[in-house]
């Protein structure tokens, strides 16, 4: 375990370390959907034509997911001497791990509830790729950003701007565009009706719990680790799968258990890593920003995954062959260029503030009133010349000064507020 | 328990960047701003006792370039 006071301060700058863990968190999503494509390429190779129930390769890749996941964790809980202090080797990819463990209680009973909701949205998801026109209805799958965007407005003290909410629209209309599939045989409202209620609500839950849970401290200043988080959601999120799969699928198809796990394993460990990197990222990245936000920027993958499947299709051809349409191409064209435009319009906007109170004499304490204000992040009550410090976040500076600053001044008792802009942030 | 305390500095005009350097290197600084207004840099520590902050204030104290401090224990926190 190493709790706040034994780590450094990080080199990187808190912004910046915010957007490699949300991008990150995309790009690793992006290699386990490679991985996908590697096993699927490798399965069509070896039995041609004989095709696939999606629950059995779901059941075996989700078992072997969590199989991988609890040896890596395992190996990442030896400790080794680094900087003076004993460290596990899972150190540099959360500070906050110290071995595999059983966490306490309350972290538990969240992690089962995003696992729960996690196994739901997987199960509504292998039920559609197994179904017609999925790759028509699954790119809807990102309108979960929109359910996170509410589940902010509702949650977060902080109301997204309108920069914030026209950069999310950006990225999620960019998705969409790269996503949508000009040909095929369509979809019907039913299949649509799976992704936008139980598929993206559960998605949206488990998010939801997911920052919850990270957001907890087991001990002061020791936040719940992801890679504990990973391995204990996996299992929840695999015994409901499980229960769905095993009456889902043909009796018969599963007899080919085996044989796709034989023959499958390497590519379904190495989409198991890649998954696990991409969850240790993005609940770190929920621990520094809202919900719909991390979303967005990791739906970078979206965009990434366009050069993924092209290289699939030259690895595995006919089966995995990309043969897109002048119009499709435009559109996907289209759509990275409203991703990337969000992304870099989001980056540009986050304005932190700190703000230093002095109050008249004999007034009270004012901390709940203070930390009632929407947008303050923390507020210290100080000893010696100045009496509060306040961490606000917000979208713009006519924001700070409009909602924020103005509410501050309305406090009975307040004298004088000092506005200080952050310039660079480490944490 | 650990005492969370605010140090506010005031930097010579440009020996900002070198000051951060020398404050990345201290294991219980948690959060290091650098801002605009009446302080240059807002610095974040975690210590055990008060010993252990006398410590450290002499060590940051005597990095060049910074003008002056004003130390601010905190007596309580809320954060969401």
Known sequence: MSSRTERPVSKIAATTMFYVLALGAGVMRTLSVAADYVAIGIHETLYPGLGIDTFVFGFASQWISFATTFTAVAVLSIRRQHAGAKRPLGFSLDPDFGRLRILPRKPMMYIALSGFFAGISTSAYYYLIGSEGADTVLPFGQLVIIYLLIGDLMAEKDTPTIVEIQCIISILFGVLIVGVETEGPGFNLGTLAIVLIPMNLSSAMTTYYQKKVKKLEIEPGLAVDTLNLRLWSLLVLNTVFSITAIPMAAPSAWMTLADIANALWAPMV?????????????????????????????????????????????????????????????????????????????????????????????????????????????VSALAGEHDYLLSVKSRSLAKTRKLIVRKLEEIQGVQTINTLVVLKEYR | MTITVYLLMDIEIGKTEQVLEKLQLIPEATKIAVTTGIYDIILRLEVDNLDELYTITLKIHSIPGIKETTTAVVEKMLYS
């Open chain 1, 270 to 378: 190495a989409g198991s890593l890649a998954t696990m990197f991409s969850v240790v990222m993005y609940v770190r990245a929920l621990a520094r920003g809202s919900m719909a936000v991390v979303n967005s920027l990791s739906a970078i993958s979206v965009v990434l995954g366009i050069p993924v499947a092209i290289i699939s299709g030259l690895l595995f051809p006919p089966y995995l062959w990309v043969d897109w349409a002048t119009l499709q191409w435009i559109l996907k064209i289209f759509g990275v260029i409203l991703v990337i435009v969000g992304i870099i319009a989001l980056e540009a906007s986050d304005v932190r503030t700190i703000m230093i109170i002095k109050v008249k004499p004999e007034t009270g304490d004012l901390l709940p009133q203070l930390f009632a204000v929407k947008g303050v992040e923390s």
